[in-house]
């Protein structure tokens, strides 16, 4: 058992440092934070071949953008800056 864990804190550290992404989720389905941001999210959309997407969430209050790709979904919040060319400036959703 804590063979197990050991490689899970390593491999963690290692996602975080190579990545900079972090997984916070694992019991239903797996969530990655991305810290790289929209940039480095829209890259994973673009090797996975899918659509990112961006959401409010009301109970952070924050935008939020994600996507899944293979069982997983990455994520990572908006900042002011991204959301004014992203979103618009209006509430809701963008780029569906």
Known sequence: MFEIIKA???????LLKNYRMKVYEYEEEIEVLVYG???A???IAEKAKEKVKVIFDDGIG????????DGITFYTYLLSDEIEKIV?????????
Request: aromatic share 10%; charged share 30%.
């Open 8 to 14: 899970i804190g390593y491999l963690q550290k290692m």
């Open 37 to 39: 941001g929209y940039e």
């Open 41 to 43: 999210l829209t890259e």
């Open 62 to 69: 924050e935008h939020k953008a994600f996507v899944k790709a």
């Open 88 to 96: 618009g400036g209006k509430d809701g959703t963008s780029n569906d």
